[in-house]
């Protein structure tokens, strides 16, 4: 399995400056018979938006935890996530002492839970939050509160109001962003976040997306968003990684993914994506289910619903290959995955809805 | 808000007129009627036949020959006075026998009240920490064991056993029959002395309740995700515990708290009973059993004014202690 990975480091991700690299990431429960995240190898540009995708289950929270050593007990996290303060400077977050773990999490790598309404303490407020972390960082209180009004205002919110309220009191999105300002509290280098924008409605959600592109240009913060929300994502990341079944399938540049995507269960997910524009005969749900994190198939863990399996496949799991620059995939066949499964969004705009991201 | 808190106190004050009420009608109720032991007392006494009926107004406030409503409104007025007329069998107003007992009874309540939150709390807050190990597994056991047990059983047994076995505690009474009462030491230890037996039957039985209670409210907290957020923004785990873990378990105990307050209040009328410790339990039973109408009015009032309280203390409070009932806006909880 190690192999895999590697080969897929080596295949090149097209990552020259990786902020966070993490090497054989596995998680495992039951003193490893269960695996929630199985063998995963990737790397995190600097000030870059990485977007991870996965469905429910399939370990993007794991992924998560993983960057801070955050897994809850009893699960083991073991491989290597290394940590790059600059170009020349490695230190493995998996090695830290208790004392540099606490100081590393929050005030270098910092992360946004899903569902802010449970993030904060309901008998707290808000601001008693904030004022929190910085003790608990040693940072002094007044100036750390004096740059909160400022994030805060920049998410648009009232700062004095919010700093003074019980969570409460706020609405899911002021939430949301109370909590967006509450990690950037201590000015880390990545932000993580995971579904951070899942409980809330699609214009709060499409308003906060906003927010964040223009925070990370202020704050000049590497962003890892995981959500099971592709269209979503794609409208922000700049490079994005696919996930199933705890492994991760397919990494690449955000427009090559999804105009070029070569793996099966990528295009799939593409295809079942709802819109709003096209016709409910043309989305395609994917048949079968994902496989449970005990006894995952020999082979690759998609074969059986993919419609481009083969024995090859059920019997050896597949490499990491190259599609292009920057662009891998795990799969045997991901050559002839493109004709095989036709995207049926035509295209990838009405995916994306970014500007930019506009393909011909 | 002010609402509120206006509509609480007149609440509370309905409550305790209805009580009164109700307390007037039950002992009516009850055969021989609330005069028959009086009259034939003060018969004995070779008082004329004619005065008897003066006597008795005098001494209860109320005529025994009015009409019933005209009874109703004198015992209400002078309830509302705080004079409950002169108990039947020891000759003394209601209200200064009350005023002698009530101490006693409070002070055993609340300290094995504030004992059994203490313990109960600390015990259940381990318990979630250590969820599933030995230790865990033992106290839950002790705790249904000690919770399925009635705290007079475990009073008879502490008395036979501490009391008229080892002679380590009196086995009546509040004080020392010699002891002074004032601040002094001897006075204080006689009193501990003398509650420490009822103390401990109310405490031993009560704690494994509220054990189980904070262990589960702990449990569900800890899985939490701002204890987890907490965690990774660096807070210390005291911090943690204290702040964002027991104060979030502990709240929904608060009115439970103040309830059981109440009730084991009621339950000092068998407690002390057993000890034969002259508390408000004490009275009211003797009352019961030499008929001794006044006495047993005034006492059953005392306690239930008592709950009332408690739980308007509990109304009122809540919502400074819970950020999250703001006062007005809901009726439930």
């Known amino acids: 399995m190690t192999t895999t990975s590697d080969r897929l480091h080596r295949a090149g991700d097209g990552v020259s400056d990786p902020i966070l690299e993490v090497k054989n990431a596995s998680v495992t429960y039951d003193d490893g018979d269960t695996y929630v995240l ?36 009893p699960g083991h996290l073991s491989g290597e996530v290394l940590y790059h303060p600059d170009p020349d400077t490695t230190v493995d977050v998996l090695e830290f002492s208790d004392a540099e773990l606490n100081e590393f999490r929050w005030a270098e790598v910092s992360m946004v839970f899903q569902g802010a309404m449970s993030s904060f303490n309901p008998t707290m407020k808000v601001g008693a939050h904030f004022e929190d972390t910085l003790k608990a960082h040693d940072r002094s209180v007044p100036e750390g509160l004096e740059f ?48 951070p924008t899942a409980a809330l409605d699609l ?16 704050y000049d913060v590497t962003m890892v ?37 070569s793996h099966p269960y990528t295009r799939a997910l593409l295809n079942s994506t709802p819109n709003i524009d096209a016709p409910l005969e043309d989305m395609r749900p994917i ?68 500007a930019e991201g506009d393909p011909q | 808000m002010g ?33 028959t032991l009086l009259r034939a007392n003060l018969l004995r006494q070779g008082v004329p036949a004619s005065e008897v009926d003066a006597r008795i107004a005098s001494l209860q406030n109320i005529q025994p020959d009015a009409p019933l409503w005209r009874q109703y409104l004198d015992y209400m007025g002078a309830a509302a006075q705080g004079d409950f007329g002169t108990s039947i069998s020891l000759d003394e107003p209601v209200a200064q026998i009350i005023a002698e007992a009530v101490p006693w009874t409070v002070f055993i309540v609340l300290v094995s009240t504030v004992l059994i939150f203490v313990f109960g709390i600390l015990l259940g807050a381990i318990q979630a920490y250590w969820e599933g190990s030995r230790f865990d597994q033992l106290v839950s056991g002790a705790s249904i064991t000690l919770m399925s047990v009635p705290f007079y059983v475990v009073a008879v047994l502490a008395l036979f056993v501490f009391a008229y076995q080892f002679g380590w505690f009196p086995t009546a009474g509040t004080v020392g029959p010699t002891v002074e009462p004032g601040l002094t030491m001897e006075f204080v230890t006689s009193a501990l002395n003398h509650a420490a037996l009822p103390i401990f039957s109310y405490t031993i039985t009560g704690i ?10 702990s449990i569900q907290v800890l899985g939490n995700d701002y204890v987890e957020v907490a965690r990774l923004r660096g807070l210390s785990d005291r911090r943690i515990a204290t702040r964002y873990v027991a104060r979030n378990a502990i709240l929904p105990l608060y009115t439970g708290f103040l309830l059981l307050l109440g ?62 009932i703001s006062r007005g806006e809901t009726d439930a909880y």
């Open chain 2, 263 to 324: 009730f084991r209040l009621g339950g000092t009328v068998i407690l002390e009973q057993i000890f034969s410790y002259p508390g408000l339990g004490y009275y009211m039973w003797s009352a019961l059993e030499s008929n001794d109408y006044p006495l047993m009015m005034g006492t059953f009032l005392v306690i239930t004014v008592a709950l009332v309280i408690g739980v308007y203390i509990a109304d009122l409070t809540y919502g400074l202690i819970d950020p999250r």
């Open chain 1, 203 to 218: 214009l709060m959600q499409r308003s906060i997306l906003l927010l964040l592109e223009d925070i990370k240009e202020k």
């Open chain 2, 208 to 217: 494994g309740g509220q054990a189980l209670a904070m262990r589960g409210n």
């Open chain 1, 287 to 354: 048949p079968g289910k994902s496989p449970a994190p005990v006894n995952v198939p020999a082979g690759c863990s998609y074969a059986d619903r993919c419609p481009l399996a083969t024995e090859t496949c059920r019997e050896s799991d597949p490499a990491f290959e190259p599609v292009e620059a920057g662009h891998t995939v795990a799969c045997h066949h991901w050559e002839r995955a493109a004709e095989a499964i036709e995207l049926t969004f035509g295209e990838a705009a009405a995916v994306g809805g970014d």
């Open chain 1, 225 to 261: 968003f995981i959500t099971h929300d592709l269209p979503l994502v794609a409208s922000l990341a700049d490079r994005m990684a696919v996930m199933y079944a705890f492994e991760l399938v397919e990494a690449g540049p955000r427009d090559q993914l999804i105009n070029d995507s």
């Open chain 2, 3 to 35: 609402h509120y808190y206006l509509r609480r106190t007149a609440r509370a004050f309905v409550t305790v007129f209805l009580v009164t009420s109700l307390s007037f009608g039950l002992i009516r109720l009850l055969p021989g009627g609330p005069f």
């Open chain 1, 38 to 73: 199985d063998d995963v190898t990737f790397s995190i540009e600097r000030n870059e938006i990485l977007g991870v995708v996965g469905e429910s289950g399939s370990g993007k929270s794991m992924l998560a935890s993983a960057l801070l050593d955050a897994i809850p007990a």
């Open chain 1, 148 to 195: 909160a009004r400022e994030i805060l205002s920049d998410l648009y919110l009232d700062p004095d109001r919010v700093l003074d309220s019980y969570p409460h009191e706020l609405s899911g999105g002021m939430q949301q962003r109370a909590l967006i300002a509450l990690s950037l509290l201590l000015e880390p280098e990545v932000l993580v976040m995971d579904e």
